[in-house]
């Protein structure tokens, strides 16, 4: 039984920079690979991001490619996403999710997800 807890979100203005966190329990992080969606008011979730286990590969969506960072901190248990250049349409609410699995694109892959953290960007 693995828990995900995101933190981190909140209201920032656009252009602005917000760093996420995902603390994890009941396994070791380095289990799993990890990924980070979102979903917005009356849309599906989105995929934003991943990285394997020992973060030796990441792979990101066209929309955040050079403006948000995902890495890991395996003996820390916890998952980050650096969120830079934000934009209005960022606003959504952020999940991080664990996969069993060697890589994972797809909501559908991912089996364990948190909580989730409001992220709001003013224009």
Same mark, same amino acid.
């Given at each position: 039984?693995?828990?995900?807890?995101?933190?981190? %979100?909140?209201?920032? &203005? #656009?252009? !602005?920079?917000?760093?996420?966190?995902? +603390? =994890?329990?009941? $396994?070791?992080?380095? @289990?799993?690979?990890? %990924?980070?969606?979102? &979903? #917005?008011? !009356?849309?599906?979730?989105?995929?934003? +991001? =991943?990285?394997? $286990?020992?973060?030796? @590969?990441t792979y990101?969506?066209?929309?955040?490619?050079?403006?948000?960072?995902?890495?890991?901190?395996? +003996?820390?248990?916890?998952?980050?996403?650096?969120?830079?250049?934000?934009?209005?349409?960022?606003?959504?609410?952020?999940?991080?999710?664990?996969?069993?699995?060697?890589?994972?694109?797809?909501?559908?892959?991912?089996?364990?997800w948190g909580?989730?953290?409001?992220?709001?960007?003013s224009s």
């Amino acid at each position: 039984q693995v828990q995900l807890v995101e933190s981190g %979100g909140g209201l920032v &203005q #656009a252009g !602005g920079s917000l760093r996420l966190s995902c +603390a =994890t329990s009941g $396994r070791t992080l380095s @289990s799993y690979t990890m %990924g980070w969606f979102r &979903q #917005a008011p !009356g849309k599906e979730h989105e995929f934003l +991001a =991943t990285i394997s $286990r020992s973060a030796g @590969s990441t792979y990101y969506a066209d929309s955040v490619k050079g403006r948000f960072t995902i890495s890991r901190d395996n +003996a820390k248990n916890t998952v980050y996403l650096q969120m830079n250049s934000l934009k209005p349409e960022d606003t959504a609410k952020y999940y991080c999710a664990a996969a069993d699995r060697n890589s994972a694109y797809d909501p559908t892959q991912y089996a364990i997800w948190g909580q989730g953290t409001q992220v709001t960007v003013s224009s």
